[in-house]
């Protein structure tokens, strides 16, 4: 099950934020993953404003990609907005990216 779970991260990883030039894991928008026995995955996001334009695309390519994932049967994605976005979710690396 973590292996699966890293794999979906690693999917994560290689979308990115068209208006910030950071993968939308390191920016904080991933606030839960979660996958059962039945290789269901359950993904709670966000976006960095409830006005962001890809409030649409970016949560499908989300899904999308996870579902390409061998061993992955289902995805159910839920976009949130409690707790709101803050830049105090991003990592580490984020910030120094960013320069914040």
């Given at each position: 099950m973590n292996d699966l779970k890293e794999k979906i991260i690693s999917e994560i990883k290689k979308i990115y934020d068209p208006e910030i030039p950071v993968n939308i894991f390191?920016?904080?928008l991933i606030y839960k993953i979660e996958v059962n026995e039945l290789k269901k995955v359950s993904i709670e996001m966000t976006l960095t404003s409830p006005?962001?334009?890809v409030a649409e695309s970016l949560p499908n390519s989300v899904k999308k990609n996870i579902l390409k994932i061998e061993g992955?049967?289902?995805v159910d994605l839920k976009l949130v907005w409690d707790p709101p976005w803050s830049k105090?979710?991003?990592?580490?690396?984020?910030?120094?990216?960013?320069?914040i």
């Open positions: 390191e920016l904080g006005n962001c334009p992955v049967e289902e105090d979710k991003m990592s580490e690396a984020a910030k120094l990216e960013l320069n």
